[in-house]
């Protein structure tokens, strides 16, 4: 019997394939909205917090500045 330790590649799992940890930095009083209406909703603030930047980026108008 050999001794070997055997390693395969790791299948990919979609899931694993759509999040990323961030660090953001914010004003305190926004993380503490953010929390009051975690509380209330019964949603994680992780949850409202992409909910919100999905939100802005799918309403934003990006106004490029005007090089004349």
């Known amino acids: 019997m050999e001794d070997r330790f055997v390693i395969r ?4 799992d979609k899931k ?3 999040s990323v ?4 930095r914010m004003d ?7 929390d009051i209406l ?3 909703s019964d949603r994680s603030r992780n949850e ?4 919100a930047l999905r939100y802005a980026l799918e309403h934003l108008e990006f106004i490029p500045e005007d090089k004349g």
């Not at 590649?9 to 990919?12: A, E, G, L, Q, S």
């Not at 940890?21 to 953001?24: E, K």
């Open 9 to 12: 590649p790791k299948k990919m």
């Open 16 to 18: 694993e394939d759509k």
């Open 21 to 24: 940890v961030m660090t953001l």
């Open 28 to 34: 305190r009083d926004l993380q503490e909205e953010f």
């Open 38 to 40: 975690s509380a209330k």
């Open 48 to 51: 409202l917090m992409c909910r």
